[in-house]
């Protein structure tokens, strides 16, 4: 184990990052924010995109090999991509993830492509343009289709991420994984979790993975098991013939935590060592009280010295509030 490499106290390497770029959205999904929006972190509380790329430098040199760039909505950020053009040089990162929302990526596609972007995942609840409408209370579903269109024109490997919403978008299952016979794209279907930014709390969750995939079986009764991939939060499954493969995330369930290498900056810039936690230190007072290097990279070994095992425990441990007073738009996923 090498000194400054990133381990939890429960012996689980870390070499992944979700970067939370921004909290901002043109997008208004129920299960993420309210209507009217949530409070915006002001633009001077924001990490910078200088802070951004030190905390990535160091972080890579502590063995974070792997960062997905989410939000908000990355794209919404004014200079998204000359940060991304940044972001490719920076030395021992071997994979750069973006999760969008689609509304503004199509014309973007050529430079993510030429960038090296590694993967895209795509967030679209709904093949049915009035229930996507309905979902994200926005009327954009064909400029989301546009984006899809050209990551397959330019082979940029892709997941589709869907929420099972009960009630909501349940039909659209079936079709989106007919979306996997002739594309060679990955849809992986998500548990809903409480980070709505109301509140609110459903009492039971209908739809967990093993009823989403139950609901599978009936229409594909010979599905597939295939192997996960190390780290992976998905069950992963195929359908004989079909191109691509489908995923179920149980990410109300919590049944990844044993193997979860990942830790996530919120676009504030406080460390979350687990998703249901409610951040355990904020690295951008840190970095503007002048920080040397060292300081900053003992501030992460520290950290991660004292991890929930499970977020399970991460929820018990909360200070402020439930999951349910956030809003995923300020955690990034
Ligand atoms: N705006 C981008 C997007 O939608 O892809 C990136 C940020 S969004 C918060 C990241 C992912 O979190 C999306 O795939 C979204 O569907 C998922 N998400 C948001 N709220 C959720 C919730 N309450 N339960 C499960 N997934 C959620
Ligand atoms: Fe915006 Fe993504 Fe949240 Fe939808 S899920 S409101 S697109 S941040």
Redesign the pocket.
């Known amino acids: 184990m090498g000194e400054n490499k990133l381990y939890d106290n429960h012996g689980r390497p870390i070499n992944y990052v979700r970067l939370?770029v921004t909290d901002r959205?043109n997008?208004r999904?129920f299960?993420?924010?309210p209507e009217e929006g949530i409070k915006y972190v002001p633009k001077d509380e924001l990490l910078s995109y200088e802070e951004m790329l030190r905390l990535m430098q160091l972080l890579a040199g502590m063995g974070i090999d792997k960062v997905r760039i989410?939000?908000?909505?990355?794209f919404v950020r004014r200079d998204m991509m000359d940060f991304l053009r940044a972001l490719s040089k920076v030395e021992g990162l071997k994979k750069i993830n973006i999760?969008?929302?689609?509304t503004m990526t199509a014309a973007l596609v050529p430079e993510l492509k030429s960038l090296g972007i590694h993967t895209i995942?795509?967030?679209l609840?709904s093949l049915d343009p009035k229930r996507f409408f309905q979902i994200t209370r926005r009327d954009v579903f064909t400029q989301v289709w546009d984006t899809f269109e050209a990551l397959l024109a330019h082979e940029i490997p892709t997941k589709i991420?869907?929420?099972v919403m009960d009630g909501q978008n349940t039909d659209d299952l079936i079709p989106m994984v007919e979306l996997t016979r002739h594309h060679p794209v990955s849809v992986r279907f998500?548990?809903?979790?409480?980070?709505?930014g109301e509140g609110s709390n459903y009492p039971v969750l209908e739809w967990n993975h093993r009823r989403i995939l139950a609901h599978l079986k009936e229409q594909y009764p010979n599905i597939e098991k295939i192997p996960d991939p190390p780290f992976s939060t998905s069950y992963n499954y195929h359908i004989p013939g079909h191109q691509g493969t489908v995923g179920i995330i149980a990410?109300?369930s919590r049944t990844f935590c044993g193997t979860c290498n990942r830790i996530r900056l919120t676009p504030k810039g406080v460390l979350k060592t687990c998703l249901y936690d409610d951040g355990v230190f904020n690295i951008r007072d840190l970095m503007r009280a002048g920080a040397t290097d060292q300081q900053i990279q003992d501030t992460f070994l520290q950290a991660l010295g004292n991890r929930a095992k499970d977020g399970w425990e991460a929820e018990k441990n909360r200070k402020f509030g439930t999951p349910a007073s956030e809003?995923?738009?300020t955690?990034?996923?």
């Open positions: 939370a959205c997008l999904c299960y993420c924010m989410t939000g908000g909505e990355p999760t969008t929302n689609g995942n795509l967030s609840d991420n869907a929420v998500i548990e809903e979790m409480p980070f709505n990410a109300y809003s995923m738009a955690i990034g996923g």
